[in-house]
């Protein structure tokens, strides 16, 4: 009897699983899955509350309640001077990765190649090997974590349909600027690509200019799927409402898998998530500015006890090099971390085809309260972190 179908085989249950697991088992402090300690904004919880008591209670439409669809092109409109039209260039999601899913099970083919940014999100492999496309990894590097163009340029071939991007980039906090998404874009045209934009840290960026969409660039609204969500910028992760904008040929298509996958979800959610982005706007601001101090409490902090940590432009995440402390990889690190210290943190190499590149990376969550990442910094100070055969 079959147990599995090939197009599964190979691909491991998501990191983020396995180490919360092990952190609840450890009772540790979970530094690894990127959900924050609080909710968003109160009043945004009450509409939900009041959805589920007026009714919102079934089906909303496949491309999501109008209310939603609405409020997200007046974003789009008002933050990047992207016009998109609520009756077919946008549709709501189960969340980024569903509209990511959608996006790859609906426009890649068997044997279709697709330019990744690695490290890279673990969904992202999966569902390209899901659709029976192929990955060709491009490679960000310890400590800069810088794009090279070339590579990029060098891992197009005649069989490459789609670039998947994700700025402010998650794990490493990478943001590209704008020489970065200009050569993509010229890579894109020059190649008649089709580029799927993942944005869902898109107003946590704490230095440099801020997040500027691959769709803004000349030639690039017309072959551009632009995904967010409400998840990461207003805390409300568990929700898993998000979108996808674009021409209105790649969100049909984006529509075409979905309906197969959701048809719709989260009917009472909808209208408060329309009332985060039109109300609350500022919200993002004020949580940027809180995990910008947080960002530097633990990086310093690892920093200082011995543990070299890069200080990421943006996202909730920091990536440390922990080769000084001995250990064979990061995935035998963390494994051991939360028995070790009490503190869980996520193997970076599991995200990297290049696994010399990633070997001894470990991502940390800094979206925590502040007394969470005292305690964790005081608890790795004291544990011996050194491996011990």
């Known amino acids: 009897m079959r147990t599995l179908a090939a197009r599964l085989e190979g691909i491991r249950p998501t990191i983020f699983a396995e180490m919360s697991a092990i ?5 540790a402090l979970n530094l690894g ?3 924050p300690d609080g909710d968003g904004p109160a009043t945004v919880v009450e509409r939900a509350r009041r959805a589920l008591a007026e009714g919102e209670n079934q089906y909303a439409p496949g491309r999501g309640r109008p209310d939603l669809i609405t409020a997200i092109a007046e974003h789009q409109q008002t933050r990047y ?3 998109y039209d609520p009756a077919d260039q946008i549709v709501v999601t189960t969340g980024a990765t569903e509209a990511i899913a959608a996006a790859v099970l609906a426009l890649v083919d068997p044997g279709d190649e697709v330019i990744v940014v690695e490290p890279y999100y673990d969904s ?10 192929i990955r060709r990894p491009v490679t960000l590097r310890w ?3 810088r794009l090279d163009l070339a590579a990029m340029r060098a891992a197009v071939s005649d069989r490459t349909v ?3 991007l994700n700025s402010p980039h998650n794990p490493t906090g990478a943001v590209f600027g704008d020489d970065e998404l200009a050569g993509i874009a010229a890579i894109a045209r020059e190649h008649d690509l089709i580029v799927v934009s993942d944005e869902v840290y898109e107003h946590l960026v704490y230095d440099g200019p801020a997040h500027r969409p691959p769709a803004t660039f000349p030639g690039m609204a017309e072959r551009t799927l632009t995904i967010s969500s409400v998840g990461k910028s207003w805390s409300f992760t568990g929700w898993k409402v998000g979108w996808a904008c674009g021409p209105s040929s790649l969100v049909s298509a984006v529509l075409a898998a979905k309906q197969w996958l959701t048809f719709t979800s989260a009917g009472p959610l909808q209208s408060a ?8 706007g500022d919200w993002p601001v004020a949580l940027r500015d809180s995990l910008r101090d947080r ?3 633990l990086c310093e902090g690892l920093s200082r006890i011995g543990i070299p940590t890069n200080t990421p432009a943006g996202t909730y995440f920091a990536l440390s090099d922990i080769s000084g402390l001995g250990w064979p990889d990061s995935y035998a690190f963390c494994r051991r971390l939360p028995e070790l210290a009490g503190v869980a943190a996520i193997p970076v190499g599991v995200f990297y085809d290049d696994i010399e590149a990633g070997r001894h990376l470990v991502r940390w969550a800094f979206c925590k309260e502040t007394a969470v990442l005292v305690e964790a910094l005081q608890r790795l100070e004291r544990a011996d972190l050194r491996f011990r055969d």
């Open 23 to 27: 952190a609840n088992r450890a009772g």
């Open 33 to 35: 899955q990127g959900f």
């Open 81 to 83: 001077g992207l016009a």
């Open 124 to 133: 992202y492999a999966a569902v390209i090997q899901m659709a029976g496309g």
């Open 143 to 145: 400590p800069d974590f």
């Open 162 to 164: 789609m670039i998947l």
């Open 273 to 280: 998530v329309a009332m985060a982005l039109r109300e609350h």
């Open 295 to 297: 960002r530097d409490l």
